[in-house]
């Protein structure tokens, strides 16, 4: 499976970006897919994930109502669109795909065997 993301760049506090992360190769064991973010000095956290067997979406709190994950099954991809972006969101973003989203397992790093590159975002 590899995983190639696009859509990073830089942007004024209150803007918004969209990330895409394409998906090829023998994905049908992996459903889950989204976004980690690890911005310097901290911690690999996900952001947003979504399953696509039913469409489910897992966000983190701090970003409930400002971005938005959906998926394009046909093209094998999902997108993130991030409104209201804040400096603290500056950040280099990874699409990861795994088994599973279900209940906390999404936000578990170590659950996903395929990684993209990573995508940087800069908000200031």
């Known amino acids: 499976v590899q995983l190639v993301e696009s859509g990073g760049g830089s942007v004024q506090p209150g803007g918004s970006l969209r990330l895409s992360c394409g998906a090829s190769?023998?994905?049908?064991?992996?459903?889950?897919m989204g976004w980690f973010r690890q911005a310097p000095g901290k911690e690999r956290e996900g952001v947003a994930f979504?399953?696509?067997?039913?469409?489910?979406?897992y966000y983190a709190d701090s970003v409930k109502g400002r971005f938005t994950i959906s998926q394009d099954k046909g093209k094998n991809t999902v997108y993130l669109q991030m409104d209201g972006l804040e400096p603290e969101n500056t950040a280099m973003f990874y699409c990861a795909r795994g088994p599973l989203c279900a209940g906390t397992y999404w936000r578990d790093r170590g659950k996903y065997a395929y990684w993209g590159q990573g995508t940087q975002v800069t908000v200031s």
């Open positions: 190769g023998h994905t049908y064991s992996s459903n889950c």
């Open positions: 979504v399953y696509f067997g039913g469409g489910s979406t």
